[in-house]
């Protein structure tokens, strides 16, 4: 079992910045790709960004491409969203995700073994 614990999010306005911060607990960090998805009001819950194990593999949607950067580091147990150029439209709730299949991650959240409980980010325009 992985717990993880999402923290970093916020109200900011466009352009600025934020970086998430997922934790996990319990199993093995550096078993598992690590993945953030989001979630808007209304919407389906869509995925944003993911990173291998080891930190060797990385992709984005596209529609972050450029301005979102994932990072991991498996002596702390925690991966990263480094998040710049907010838009009004990257309003959602953030979920932090664990599997441990790189492909499960980035093929989205049906399958995914582990979730947090979700970050809010808001960006006012």
């Known amino acids: 079992q992985v717990q993880l614990i999402e923290s970093g999010g916020g109200l900011v306005q466009a352009g600025d910045s934020l970086r998430l911060s997922c934790a996990a607990s319990?199993?093995?960090?550096?078993?598992?790709?690590m993945g953030w998805f989001r979630q808007a009001p209304g919407k389906e819950r869509e995925f944003v960004a993911a990173?291998?194990?080891?930190?060797?593999?990385?992709y984005y949607a596209d529609s972050v491409k450029g301005r979102f950067t994932i990072s991991r580091d498996n002596a702390k147990n925690t991966v990263y969203l480094q998040m710049n150029s907010l838009k009004p439209e990257d309003t959602a709730i953030y979920y932090c995700?664990?599997?441990?299949?790189?492909?499960?991650?980035?093929?989205?959240?049906?399958?995914?073994?582990?979730w947090g409980q979700g970050t809010q980010v808001t960006v006012s325009s």
């Open positions: 319990r199993g093995t960090f550096s078993s598992y790709a």
């Open positions: 995700a664990a599997d441990r299949l790189l492909r499960t991650v980035v093929a989205g959240p049906t399958r995914i073994d582990y």
């Open positions: 990173i291998s194990s080891t930190g060797g593999t990385i």
